[in-house]
């Protein structure tokens, strides 16, 4: 069993930073491909970002690209998140995942974890 704590959310204005964290336990997390999920009120859940578990293949959202890095690293058995000029439109509740996957992480159906989420709201 792996368990996800995810921290770092919170209310930020329109253009500011905020940097997301999932502690992992329970399994190696070496193992696992990673990634972030988010899903804002009345909208379906979307990928946000995903890190392969050699961190060799990085995968972001359209949406996000050239504003947010997924990073992790394996002494603290942690994943981050960094979001610089968030926008309004970035507000949801993020999800951490883990995936005991090859090849990066599978379809939202098929991943094996999920954190509680933590939400993130930018205000404009």
């Known amino acids: 069993q792996v368990q996800l704590a995810e921290s770092g959310g919170g209310l930020v204005q329109a253009g500011g930073s905020l940097t997301l964290s999932c502690a992992v336990s329970?399994?190696?997390?070496?193992?696992?491909?990673m990634g972030w999920f988010r899903q804002a009120p009345g909208k379906e859940r979307e990928l946000v970002a995903g890190?392969?578990?050699?961190?060799?293949?990085?995968s972001y959202a359209d949406s996000v690209k050239g504003r947010f890095t997924i990073s992790r690293d394996y002494a603290k058995n942690t994943v981050y998140l960094q979001m610089n000029s968030l926008k309004p439109e970035d507000t949801a509740v993020y999800y951490c995942?883990?995936?005991?996957?090859?090849?990066?992480?599978?379809?939202?159906?098929?991943?094996?974890?999920w954190g509680q989420g933590t939400q993130v709201t930018v205000s404009s």
């Open positions: 329970g399994r190696t997390f070496r193992n696992y491909a």
């Open positions: 890190i392969t578990w050699s961190g060799g293949t990085i």
């Open positions: 995942v883990a995936d005991r996957s090859s090849s990066g992480l599978r379809t939202q159906g098929s991943i094996d974890y």
